[in-house]
C-alpha cells in the first residue's frame, strides 16, 4: 500500500513527505522537494505498484471527498478507480481496508468545477441517489480524473472514444436502433414523444456500465424510453455528430441553387466527417427512412422528424451553430439526406436488400413470440456465417429460411466449401469476438440463434470443427454431478467465489461449501444457454478452464465459472451440455 501523511511526518526536515508501507510491516519514509515533486513521485509509485498487484486500477491518488451535506468538511482520502468493477474505492489515510465505494454503474455523468474559476479543482460525480463532491490538488489532475471516470459513461462522451459495434458505430446507437426497428416503427410519436425519466436515467447507467452488453427488454422499457436515451445522446456529444467544424459547409451546401450540385456538395461533406460519424450517421438516417415510410401510423414523417434531428445531429449546448435563423437550413440538411439516402450515402443495392431481409427476420421472430410459437412462414434471409474460425476474410453469404436447422446449415457449409467429409463440423454462436462460443444442437433454428437477446454481445455463427465436443463423446458423467467451481455473477463481479455446485433434475444448485445445507442460488438449465469461455479481458478467470450461462431471455443474470482442472471441466461441460439438449452420439 502507498501512503501520504502530513501528520506522520511532523518531524521530517520537509512537508512534502510521504511513505511506503511494505507487506511484511517496515516502513519507509521520503521526503520531496517542492508539492510539484511530491505529486510526481506519488503518481510514479502508485502507478508501479498497481502494475505489480493483482488488481489492474485505471487511476488513484489522493482526492478531498466532502460528505452530502454541503456544510461538511471535506476529508483526504486514497482514491482507486477500477473500471472492471466500475467502482471508484477509497480509504482513510493509513487504512489498508476500504472505507467506502461509489457505485459507477450509477454513475450519470460527472461535471467538473463548483466556482467557474480557472483554477477550480473541484469536481463531481452525479448518480440517481445522490452526488459526490471531491476536489484534487490541481485544476490539471482534477481534469485527469474527470477524463478517466468519463471513459466508462457514454453520454456526453467524445464518438473517437467510445466502444463500437462491428458495425463501426456506438453499441448505444446499433442497440436503440435495433430495437425501435423491431417494436416500434409504429409507435405513434416514436420520436416525438418523451419517456419515462426514470427508465430513461436507468437505460444511461446501463449503458454507462457496459454498453456492449445491454439488453433491451420490451417488457421492461417503452419505445420512447428507448429513443430519450438516443435523442439525449445525440445532443450531448461534445462536438455535434455533423461536427461544429462542418456545420457551415453544410449550410452552405444546401443554399446550393441547382439540384444536382446541392447533393454533390452534402455528399462531399460527409464524406469529410471522421469515420465513426460517418458511419454513425449514415446507420442513423437509414433508420429514419423507415421511420418515415410508416408516417400513416405513426405520423412522424421526414417533416416530422428533421424538425427533432436537424439541432440535435447539428448542434448542442456548447455549439449553436448559427441560432434561430439557421434552423430552417439544418432541416434543410437532414431533410435531404433522408430524401437522398440511398445516393448521399452511396448504399449498394445488395446492402439494402441485406437490411430489408434483416428487418424481416426480426419481424418474423417478433411475430412468432408473441404467438407463442414457432413461425412456419416460409420465407428466405441473408446470413454471414464464418468457417474455421472468426476471419473476416473467411466467410460465406448463405440464404436461411425461418425453418433452417443447425446441421442442415453445417451440410450446405460442406457443399460449398468441400470440406473434408472425415471432419466433424458443427455450427457453433460465437460471442465477444470468439472468447465465448456454444455448439448448436442440430436441430436449433439458425435464424432465432442469430438474432436472440444475446445479439448484441458481438454475435456471428461460425462452422467449425471444435475438438473439445470431440473430446466429451467419450466421458460418461453421472446424472447427479457435483463438484467445486469459481463463481462470478451480477452480484459479485469483483471477484471469484468458490462454490460447491451440485446438478439435480436439470437444476443446477450452489452453496457456500460442501458442507452448508444453506442453498445460495440455483440455475434451471432449461433457462440458460451454455458457452465455452468467457470475456478473459473483463473478468480474469482464475484458470482457462472456464464457462458462461447466458439467460435465454434477458431477464436473467449471466453466471461465469470456472474450473480447477481439465478432467473436472469437461465432466461439467459433458453434464450441463446434455442438460440444453446437446447430443454427443
Known amino acids: 500500500m502507498l501512503f501520504s501523511s502530513k501528520e506522520e511526518m511532523a518531524d521530517a526536515p520537509s512537508q512534502h513527505c510521504f511513505l511506503i508501507g511494505t507487506s511484511y510491516g517496515r516502513t519507509f519514509h521520503f521526503c520531496a522537494e517542492c508539492s510539484n515533486d511530491l505529486s510526481m513521485w506519488m ?33 483526504r482520502r486514497w482514491f482507486t478507480l477500477d473500471i472492471e468493477c466500475n467502482e471508484l474505492a477509497y480509504h482513510k489515510e493509513g487504512e489498508k481496508d476500504e472505507a467506502g465505494t461509489i457505485d459507477l454503474r450509477k454513475m450519470t455523468n460527472v461535471l467538473s468545477g463548483d466556482t467557474g474559476a480557472e483554477d477550480d479543482r473541484s469536481f463531481h460525480i452525479i448518480t440517481p441517489e445522490r452526488v459526490y463532491y471531491l476536489q484534487a490538488d490541481s485544476k490539471e489532475d482534477a481534469d485527469s480524473w474527470c477524463q478517466a471516470l468519463r471513459s466508462s459513461l457514454v453520454i456526453g462522451v467524445p464518438l473517437n472514444q467510445q466502444k463500437l459495434s462491428c458495425h463501426g458505430v456506438p453499441w448505444l446507437v446499433e442497440k436503440c436502433l435495433a430495437f425501435v426497428e423491431t417494436h416500434g416503427l409504429m409507435h405513434e410519436g ?3 414523444l418523451s419517456g419515462s425519466k426514470s427508465s430513461v436515467e436507468r437505460l444511461k447507467a446501463a449503458f454507462s456500465c457496459d454498453a456492449s452488453t445491454v439488453l433491451l427488454d420490451p417488457e421492461v422499457y ?3 424510453d428507448v429513443t430519450g436515451v438516443m435523442k439525449e445522446y445525440f445532443r450531448s456529444l461534445p462536438d455535434p455528430l455533423l461536427t461544429a467544424g462542418l456545420y457551415h459547409d453544410f449550410v452552405k451546401a444546401v443554399g446550393v441553387q441547382d439540384h444536382n450540385d446541392k447533393l454533390y456538395a452534402i455528399q462531399d461533406c460527409i464524406r469529410r466527417l471522421p469515420e465513426v460519424n460517418q458511419q454513425t450517421l449514415k446507420k442513423l438516417i437509414g433508420h429514419l427512412t423507415k421511420v418515415a415510410e410508416m408516417e400513416e401510423v405513426n405520423k412522424m414523417g421526414t417533416k416530422n422528424l428533421i424538425v427533432i434531428f436537424g439541432p440535435t445531429l447539428m448542434t448542442n449546448e456548447f455549439f449553436q451553430g448559427g441560432g434561430l435563423s439557421h434552423a430552417g437550413k439544418e432541416w434543410d440538411v437532414i431533410f435531404n439526406m433522408i430524401t437522398y439516402y440511398q445516393w448521399l450515402f452511396e448504399v449498394s443495392e445488395e446492402e439494402l436488400e441485406e437490411d430489408k431481409r434483416v428487418t424481416a427476420a426480426l419481424e418474423l421472430i417478433k411475430r412468432a413470440s408473441s404467438e407463442g410459437q414457432k413461425s412456419n412462414v416460409m420465407q428466405e434471409f441473408i446470413l454471414e456465417v464464418f468457417v474455421g474460425a472468426r476471419k473476416f476474410d473467411k466467410s460465406v453469404n448463405l440464404k436461411v429460411a425461418s425453418t433452417t436447422t443447425a446441421a442442415h446449415l453445417v451440410k450446405q457449409i460442406r457443399e460449398k466449401q468441400q470440406l473434408p467429409e472425415d471432419e466433424d463440423y458443427m455450427l457453433f454462436v460465437s460471442l465477444l469476438g470468439g472468447d465465448a462460443e456454444r455448439p448448436l444442437p442440430d436441430d436449433e433454428l439458425v435464424l432465432s440463434a442469430s438474432m436472440g437477446c444475446h445479439s448484441g454481445l458481438n454475435l456471428c455463427l461460425v462452422v467449425q470443427n471444435n475438438l473439445i465436443i470431440n473430446k466429451l463423446r467419450s466421458l460418461r458423467p453421472s446424472l447427479g454431478h457435483s463438484g467445486v467451481m469459481h463463481l462470478k455473477d451480477k452480484k459479485n463481479l469483483k471477484k471469484w467465489q468458490k462454490r460447491f455446485f451440485f446438478l439435480s433434475e436439470g437444476v443446477l444448485i450452489f452453496y457456500k461449501d460442501q458442507s452448508s445445507s444453506t442453498e445460495l442460488g440455483r440455475c434451471d438449465m432449461s433457462e440458460y444457454h451454455l458457452y465455452i469461455g ?17 439467460g435465454r431471455s434477458s431477464g436473467l443474470d449471466t453466471k461465469y465459472l470456472c474450473v480447477d482442472d481439465q478432467p473436472a471441466y469437461l465432466l461439467w461441460l459433458k453434464v450441463l451440455f446434455q442438460q440444453t439438449g446437446l447430443s454427443f452420439s
Open 43 to 75: 503518481d510514479s509509485l502508485s502507478a508501479r505498484i498497481a502494475a505489480g498487484s493483482e488488481k489492474k486500477y485505471l487511476k488513484s491518488g489522493w482526492l478531498m471527498k466532502r460528505g452530502i451535506q454541503q456544510s461538511t468538511a471535506f476529508k
Open 190 to 192: 416514436v420520436y416525438r
Open 222 to 224: 417503452q419505445v420512447t
Open 534 to 550: 468467457l470475456d478473459t479481458k473483463k473478468l480474469s478467470p482464475t484458470t482457462k478452464f472456464a464457462f458462461s450461462l447466458y
